[in-house]
T-cell receptor
Framework: EDQVTQSPEALRLQEGESSSLNCSYTVSGLRGLFWYRQDPGKGPEFLFTLYSAGEEKEKERLKATLTKKESFLHITAPKPEDSATYLCAVETYGGATNKLIFGTGTLLAVQP | GAVVSQHPSRVICKSGTSVKIECRSLDFQATTMFWYRQFPKQSLMLMATSNEGSKATYEQGVEKDKFLINHASLTLSTLTVTSAHPEDSSFYIC??????????????FGPGTRLTVL
């Protein structure tokens, strides 16, 4: 069965304290891995898509990387406005096109 | 670009009534739309996949007669929760896919609809 696991469940950082969020996946065939940011009471906001092992993408203080088993979302010198839940999702070749399987998310809190 | 809207953003209804939620892709045509449900502090659970002009595909355990989906056009899908009960109270989120070129599609989410059934 395809599975997506995110860790930690929650992370509290001081402003400027860099860290990484993990997304481990077990799937029959990875078509793509997606990172989203979700603020309370809002829908997920698209951040990155990664398609193959070794791929990296960056956006401001965020950098996403992908291996054959997991993905990391690195947050460099975070600011309080980076506080949100970060969701990881995978799309598989075995499933319906564009169907995403989500992890349970990491709740990030950045304190000033 | 790639904006998805939902209406209403919040709805409170009495038990036994039906509620319709609209999902629109504002600046692109969506080949496929998805409906998710999210309970507090949990992740998104896919309910159904909606393709324009065809019947929706429901995930296991989701009652198709309770959650009616209509995909009227390439920019509009509706979810109707029929005979709603308190256990249907949840955050309903839609998403729409946009072809980004080649074999890959991007999926964009709406802002969600908070349903509370009294």
């Amino acid at each position: 069965e395809d599975q997506v696991t995110q860790s930690p469940e929650a992370l509290r950082l001081q402003e400027g304290e860099s860290s990484s969020l993990n997304c481990s996946y077990t799937v029959s065939g990875l078509r793509g891995l997606f990172w989203y940011r979700q603020d309370p009471g809002k829908g997920p906001e698209f951040l990155f898509t990664l398609y193959s092992a070794g791929e990296e993408k960056e956006k401001e203080r965020l950098k996403a990387t992908l291996t054959k088993k997991e993905s990391f979302l690195h947050i460099t010198a975070p600011k309080p406005e980076d506080s949100a839940t970060y969701l990881c999702a995978v799309e598989t070749y075995g499933g319906a096109t564009n169907k995403l399987i989500f992890g349970t998310g990491t709740l990030l809190a950045v304190q000033p | 670009g790639a904006v998805v809207s939902q209406h209403p953003s919040r709805v409170i209804c009495k038990s036994g009534t039906s509620v319709k939620i609209e999902c629109r892709s504002l600046d692109f045509q969506a080949t496929t739309m998805f409906w998710y449900r999210q309970f507090p502090k949990q992740s998104l659970m896919l309910m159904a996949t909606s393709n324009e002009g065809s019947k929706a595909t429901y995930e296991q355990g989701v009652e198709k007669d309770k959650f009616l989906i209509n995909h009227a056009s390439l920019t509009l899908s509706t979810l109707t929760v029929t005979s709603a009960h308190p256990e249907d109270s949840s955050f309903y989120i839609c998403s729409a896919t946009r072809t980004s070129g080649g074999d890959y599609n991007e999926q964009f989410f709406g802002p969600g609809t908070r349903l509370t059934v009294l």
